[in-house]
């Protein structure tokens, strides 16, 4: 809800080449033990309408990949190097570039809330700033609207109720989809979405989930999607990356990367899903 | 008989907001025994949270009965409760905030064990390495300060921090929610290896089945702030009896079960396997 501003109408490059092309992306991290290379050659492109997801263990560099090629990393932390376009724009060679894209271009559900929300502000305030910022709405009343209309779509409970309310009292769930609310807000043609329903259950989990994929039908919205859960990446993506250390090491097609995966360590991480045992679905039901 | 370790009696909590009084938690009961595991689950906003934060006494609850080895925590004023604090810790849902930036990992972590007052430095620093060590976190990043770790790591500091008081009870909410899979695996092992050991009693909150299925005997089921089935694990997860918990079961995305179903519309693909 920061950072966010008009762009300027797409340009050819937006219809024609990829929505997002990342070519040899490296992020080294200045940390006071020496630098330390988080992101170490990586390359990949997301065309209009696809999903492309780096699922990898914690640790492994996903989110400083998101924060990198955004250049949301602060400068005195981070060299951010390689060639990243979005929309046809060179967004590392051009400082002010990126600031031209963010938000109606392309948007960041982040993993972490905070860094997004302020906690001082109400849930409402800053919704319908982004919003207005994104130049999604032409009054405050109108902004108020589109705010409610968006915590339906992500099924938040008495949306008007949650407006009103400050970050720090809506549950962990609630606010992860606030987050994905404000992100959609400005209709962005790129979502890079960090863990966006780790906090959910699978229930909420499964109808955020197709508001992305419906929205992504309707506007062919490219997306960006880090996830630990294998289980998601394989049902949203076209293709999948493996990332260990800072590197892919294993990318191809979703179901391939699940089906036949190739690496042991793929093969690791779907052993590992704790998989629950059969049930009996004749037992009488109860109210509940 | 004896009496259980963990006793919760019709808890109620109500957060006063500008609209008045919210109702987040309404007369909930149960009850887990010494060195057993009580899973919480239900959907987002039901109230899972609020009554992690009740136990823990970080919020007061509106009325109902806590009690913790025979002595009732709700009617205890805070200065009671400060010297059975390190008997009872939580991991809490968010990593982010919960974490006191000022501090790095290693100063997070050996906080516990120096209010308690426990162990001289040596131990301490000996300690937090081996915590470390045992939730996967390598020793290489002791120094560092919270925000400098990734969503995984800075969930594994709170796990480390939460255990380093050996607590009698700890209360884990949402606490393996960031981590893949094999870390998932390596931290709930470590769980179960304690309770083996130490007796130590888990309330356990997650939406992740799976993992309730490896590490729970018991759960109760959320839903608007109450609680509507509850039982042993085996039976809950086996013959659910609420829609809420049979939704859940068929819901669980388990990714080896999934080649039949077409991405693009999974709510209703999930309904259709049913
Ligand atoms: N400010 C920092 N200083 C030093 N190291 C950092 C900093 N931020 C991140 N790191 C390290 O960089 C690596 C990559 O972190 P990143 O947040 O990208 O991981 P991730 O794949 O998103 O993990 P998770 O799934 O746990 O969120 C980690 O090992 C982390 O400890
Ligand atoms: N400090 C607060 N003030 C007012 N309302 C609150 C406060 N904290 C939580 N609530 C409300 O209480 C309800 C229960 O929240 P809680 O955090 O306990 O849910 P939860 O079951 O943990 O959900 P999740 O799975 O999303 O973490 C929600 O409707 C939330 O908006
Ligand atoms: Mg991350
Ligand atoms: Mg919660």
Known sequence: MKTQTLTPPRGDSATTGPLLSVENLCVELMTASGIVRAVDGVSFEIGRGETVTIIGESGSGKSTTAMGLLKLLPRDLAVVSGDVSITGVDVLADRRAIRKVRGRTVALIPQDPMTALSPVLTVGSQLCEAILVAGRAGSKAEARDRAEELLRKVHIRDPEAQLRKFPHQLSGGMLQRVLIAAALAGEPDLLIADEPTSALDVTVQAGILDLLLEIQEANGTGILMITHDIGVARLVSDRIHVMKNGRFVESGDAVDVVENPRETYTQHLLDSVPRLGAWDESAAPKEG | ?274
């Open chain 2, 1 to 274: 008989m004896s009496e259980p370790f963990l006793a919760v009696e019709g808890l109620t909590l109500d957060y006063s907001t500008k609209a008045g009084p919210f109702r987040a938690v309404d007369d909930v009961s149960f009850s887990v025994d010494k060195g057993r595991t009580l899973a919480i689950v239900g959907e987002s906003g039901c109230g899972k949270s609020s009554v992690a934060k009740c136990i823990m006494r970080l919020v007061a609850p509106t009325a109902g009965r806590i009690s913790l080895d025979g002595t009732d925590l709700a009617g205890l004023k805070e200065a009671q409760l400060r010297p059975l604090r390190h008997r009872f810790q939580m991991v809490f849902q968010d990593p982010y905030g919960s974490l006191d930036p000022h501090l790095s990992a290693q100063e997070i972590v050996a906080e516990p064990m120096k209010t308690q007052g426990l162990r001289s430095k040596a131990e301490r620093s000996k300690e937090v390495a081996r915590l470390f060590d045992a939730v996967g976190l390598p020793s290489t990043s002791l120094e560092r300060r919270a925000h400098e770790f990734s969503g995984g790591q800075r969930q594994r500091i709170g796990i480390a921090r939460a255990l380093a008081s050996k607590p009698d009870l700890l209360v884990c909410d949402e606490a393996t929610s960031a981590l893949d899979v094999s870390v998932q695996a390596q931290v709930l092992r470590l769980l179960q290896d304690i309770q083996q050991e130490t007796g130590i009693t888990y309330v356990f909150i997650s939406h992740n089945l799976g993992v309730v299925q490896e590490i729970s005997d018991s759960i109760v089921v959320m839903r608007r702030g109450e609680i509507v089935e509850s039982g042993a694990t085996a039976d809950v997860l086996q013959t659910p009896r609420t829609d809420y918990a049979r939704t859940l079961r068929r819901a669980a995305l388990d990714p080896s079960a999934m080649t039949g179903i077409k991405p693009r519309h999974i709510v209703s693909a999930l309904a259709a396997s049913a």
